[in-house]
């Protein structure tokens, strides 16, 4: 794990996306004894030990204390308040950690403010198919970060799927539009195929099936070929045939620009809300 080998990660929030980022870690090979997670809920932390096999506490401060790099896994209301509690313990060197936030809607400069200065910071936009370790994270660095640091970053990100460095904090929306909502946006599609299959006859479980993995196969083929989307659509669409009998009527319903208008909707709502 190019730089988080024996590095410690501590995170403040026991939850969804927290379990998702530290079994991606494990899955990657980062030593048990290296992840600390702290959560308030004892339920939680319980089931995050038998799960993950990590170890827990119910003190932030705790797992801060040793961390190299510690991940705010909190809801974005509670970062403040949990940084703001940190910064109140003397004894705590909030210097020495990378911080890596991924909170929605939370400036790094809003986090900056409760840390030294100095501090290096990094602000990231995940989604939830990271909990399958096929995420799609966008990042941003405050400029006190080091090459180790990104690469460290890198490394966690890339451990549940991929993961982009954004030039400018400003791109985090547009982020945020795209691949944060995008998830639902494509539930919504393969919702709607299996529905259309149904109507074609189909039972519902094998037309689930299908555009699940059609939707899965298609995002792998672009990937993983290189090749521009138009490009390989072109290759499955043939002269008077089936697919662009299909593909007419995604035209005439306006497929196209209800996406271009959801990422667009969801980008301004992004940034109002932050
Ligand atoms: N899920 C996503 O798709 C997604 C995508 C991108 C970014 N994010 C961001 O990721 C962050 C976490 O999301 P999530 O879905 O993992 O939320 P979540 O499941 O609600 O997890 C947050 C956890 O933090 C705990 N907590 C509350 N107050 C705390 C405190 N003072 N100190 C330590 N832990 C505390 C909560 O415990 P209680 O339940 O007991 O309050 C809860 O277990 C959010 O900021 C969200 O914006 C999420």
């Not at 494990?26 to 993950?52: F, M, T, W």
């Not at 109140?88 to 790094?108: F, T």
């Not at 096929?134 to 970053?153: E, F, H, L, P, Y």
């Not at 792998?220 to 009998?245: C, R």
Request: a negative charge; proline letters at 4%; glycine letters at 10%.
């Amino acid at each position: 794990m190019d730089g988080l080998s024996e590095k410690t990660v501590a995170f403040i929030g026991g939850g969804a996306m927290a379990r998702a980022l530290a079994s991606g870690l494990l899955s990657a090979g980062v030593a048990k004894e290296n992840i600390l997670l702290s959560e308030p809920n004892e339920a939680c932390r319980k089931q995050l030990e038998q799960d993950l096999g990590v170890e827990t506490s119910a003190r932030n401060a705790q797992v801060v204390q040793n961390a190299d790099m510690v991940v705010l896994a909190v809801k974005p209301a509670i970062v403040g308040v949990a940084l703001k509690e940190l910064a109140n313990q003397p004894d705590l060197d909030l210097s020495r950690p990378l911080w890596v936030s991924i909170a929605a809607g939370v400036s790094i400069s809003s986090i900056e403010s409760h840390l030294p200065k100095g501090a290096r910071v990094v602000r990231a936009m995940p989604n939830t198919p990271a909990q399958v370790h096929a995420g799609a994270t966008t990042w941003v660095a405050n400029s006190k970060i080091s090459q180790g640091d990104r690469a460290a970053t890198s490394s966690l990100f890339g451990a549940v799927g991929t993961s982009w460095e954004a030039p400018q904090e400003g791109l985090i929306d547009a982020a945020t539009g795209l691949a944060g909502s995008g998830p639902a946006y494509v539930f919504v599609i393969i919702e709607a195929l299996s529905d259309a299959g149904v109507r074609a006859g189909l039972p519902r479980e094998a037309a689930t099936q299908l555009a699940a993995q059609t939707v899965y196969g298609a995002g792998k083929l672009v990937i993983e070929s290189g090749k521009h989307p138009g490009v390989l659509k072109d290759q499955v669409t043939s002269p008077g045939g089936t697919t662009i009998a299909g593909l007419e009527k995604l035209e005439s319903g306006g497929l196209r620009a209800a996406l271009h208008d959801a990422v667009d909707a969801a980008t301004r709502r992004s940034k109002e809300l932050g």
